[in-house]
């Protein structure tokens, strides 16, 4: 009988021992799904904010690209009207001088 209540108490522990385990280890179980669950939140939130600059950025390369096109097209403006007005100068400027030369060889010849 002693050998009996001996075996019904050390199978009581073991019992006993694996229920607590099981208990443990379920706990901790959770422990590390809910960390996983907040470390995919994080990652989540990480790349939401990462493509909302990536985007920004994009946004931004496209105004500038904008911006220096625009500047780039004023410039050759500003240059060709300069060209421009440089080239009608000569132009009148040789008109004038072709004139002097008319005068000058009418004087000479006549």
């Not at 019992?15 to 669950?37: A, D």
């Not at 907040?38 to 790349?47: H, K, M």
């Not at 600059?53 to 625009?70: A, C, F, G, P, Y």
Request: with cysteine; charged share 25%; glycine share 4%.
């Amino acid at each position: 009988m002693e050998i009996t209540s001996f075996i019904l108490g050390v199978c009581t522990v073991i019992i006993l021992v694996m229920v607590v385990g099981t208990f443990v280890n379920y706990m901790s179980t959770k422990s590390l799904r809910e960390e996983i669950n907040q470390l995919n939140r994080v990652i989540e939130n990480q790349y939401d904010e990462s493509e909302k600059i990536r985007t920004e950025l994009s946004n931004h390369v496209d105004k500038l690209h904008s911006q220096t096109e625009s500047n780039i097209n004023e410039v050759y403006r500003h240059i060709d009207s300069r060209v421009d007005k440089t080239i009608n100068n000569m132009g009148e400027h040789v008109s004038e001088i072709y004139r002097q030369l008319d005068k000058t060889n009418s004087v000479i010849n006549g």
